[in-house]
């Protein structure tokens, strides 16, 4: 079965250079999830779509932005990069049909950023 | 927000032995799902249980939604099973907001 595609899986950067992460959701899913996982922590959450339209919002700092595209793969752009933006970054996807409850999430298996 | 915490933080097996995993979250939800994170990194999908009691293979999973808490059962461990286990749940207001816990270490003796 299909499964969340992230690009890179490998990502070096410099302070202060950008960083543009890619997700492809599973097929007909119509929800998507940004994460943000720093060493030994848990996934902390960033910011969602739903529809192309902007859902939830977390965690995300200023620096950083997304946005889904109407094939309804996602990008989240982060900017400035700090020391501290070093983290694995998860994109999971959903298929939410409107007002359900329901809402099972399928992770990626993420971008690993590392800011020298 | 919502707050989830599970326990223990930290659990030693030996192969073959059995072990509970807790999760206790603060508020009604609508969504519990229970995730295996192996040593690479990857996250797993082990069970999407807001309420109920699922079965697969050793393991199973039970959430009891009024008293607010979550068990995850592995049977047999194998050493196989070692990593983090994380309970994450959200409630509908609007939007999906996901809370992870901070997970259970799991490490398997052979």
């Known amino acids: 079965a299909a499964g969340v595609i992230q690009s890179p899986r490998h990502l070096i950067k410099e302070k202060r250079e950008t960083a543009t992460l890619k997700c492809y959701p599973i097929p007909r899913h119509d929800t998507v999830y940004w994460y943000q996982q720093g060493p030994g922590q848990d996934p902390q959450f960033l910011i969602s779509f739903y529809e192309k339209m902007q859902s939830d919002k977390g965690s995300i700092p200023d620096r950083f932005s997304a946005q889904q595209f109407s094939d309804y793969h996602s990008e989240l752009n982060m900017s400035s990069l700090e020391l501290g933006d070093s983290a694995l970054y998860f994109c999971?996807?959903?298929?939410?049909?409107?007002?359900?409850?329901?809402?099972?999430?399928?992770f990626g298996p993420g971008t690993r950023l590392t800011v020298l | 927000g919502i707050q989830v915490e599970q326990s223990p933080p930290d659990l030693i097996l030996q192969e073959g032995a059995n072990s509970t995993l807790r999760c206790n979250f603060s508020?009604?939800?609508?969504?519990l799902q229970w995730f295996h994170q192996n040593p690479w990194g990857q996250l797993i999908n082990l069970f999407y249980?807001?309420?109920g009691t699922k079965q697969n293979g050793r393991l199973s999973a039970t959430t009891v939604a009024t008293e607010r808490y979550s068990l995850l059962y592995i049977s047999s461990s194998q050493t196989t099973d070692s990593g983090v286990y994380f309970c994450a749940v959200s409630k509908e207001t609007g939007g999906f907001k996901t809370i992870f816990g901070a997970g259970t270490r799991l490490f398997v003796k052979a």
């Open positions: 999971a996807s959903s298929l939410r049909r409107g007002d359900r409850p329901y809402n099972e999430q399928f």
């Open positions: 508020d009604s939800v609508n969504n």
């Open positions: 249980i807001p309420s």
